[in-house]
């Protein structure tokens, strides 16, 4: 199993600002996922980040709204970019075991006034 | 247009009874589904894999079922108890073949809260 950590738990942030959220897990993985979470919603997968490539996205998610960084093979940031009220959301980092298992951060909760 | 379903929103049951959760999907052919708990504030954790060739699988008091013909899955918490309270998410890879290569990106139910009363 993995343990993944995120940074910051919660944020309360103003219209037009940006939020950077930072993913750290406890061993070297090649891939990171990031998935949000709206309100009474179920996860929805934005981008996979690999290291040493560009981040690739889901469809609906752009790379000017949501750029991802993966510096090295643990660690991993997405940044919400000039925010409105509609990304209020928990943002979840993951990864994924050989056997397929997904290991989730605990979320960031955010929101957007 | 591909889904997956997750056929009731909330579930409540007695305590000792068993809770069954169903999943269905569309348009999918995955290699593999998976159920995870998610409690409130906190991420998603795994429980159970199940593969197409594979009918049942079992973990103590959970079971899971894979029915490729009818798209469906079925979830059931044996003996329940209050502590089993959360929302359970049916989860699948859409990039998943029978070849067995996934790129581990999950597309998620929206999920069954369930409720076990005392």
């Known amino acids: 199993s993995a343990v993944i950590s995120q940074k910051p738990s919660r944020d309360i942030c103003q219209r037009g600002t940006s939020l950077t959220i930072q993913c750290q897990v406890d061993?070297?993985?090649?891939?990171m996922f990031w998935y949000r979470q709206q309100p009474g919603q179920s996860l929805t997968l934005i981008a996979t980040?690999?290291?040493?490539?560009?981040?690739?996205?889901e469809s609906g998610f752009v790379i000017d709204k949501f750029p991802i960084s993966r510096p090295n093979l643990t660690f991993s940031t997405l940044t919400v970019s000039n925010m409105s009220p509609e990304d209020s959301s928990i943002y979840l980092c993951?990864?994924?075991?050989?056997?397929?298992?997904?290991?989730f951060g605990p979320g960031t909760r955010l929101t957007v006034t | 247009s591909q889904k997956i379903e997750q056929n009731s929103e909330a579930l409540n049951i007695q305590e000792g009874k068993t809770a069954t959760l169903t999943c269905n999907y569309t348009?999918?052919?995955?290699?593999?589904l998976q159920w995870y708990r998610q409690d409130p504030g906190r991420g998603p954790v795994f429980l159970l894999l199940?593969?197409?060739?594979?009918k049942e699988k079992r973990k103590e008091r959970l079971k899971v079922t894979f029915d490729t013909t009818l798209k469906q899955s079925l979830f059931h918490i044996t003996a329940s108890q209050p502590a089993d309270s959360a929302t359970y998410l049916c989860?699948?890879?859409?990039?998943?073949?029978?070849?067995?290569?996934?790129?581990?990106?999950?597309?998620f139910g929206q999920g069954t809260i369930l409720t076990v009363h005392p």
């Open positions: 993951s990864v994924c075991s050989s056997s397929y298992e997904q290991y």
């Open positions: 061993s070297q993985v090649t891939m």
């Open positions: 348009n999918y052919s995955p290699a593999y």
């Open positions: 989860a699948l890879d859409p990039s998943s073949n029978a070849g067995g290569t996934s790129y581990g990106k999950l597309t």
């Open positions: 199940i593969r197409e060739n594979e």
């Open positions: 980040a690999n290291q040493g490539s560009e981040a690739t996205y």
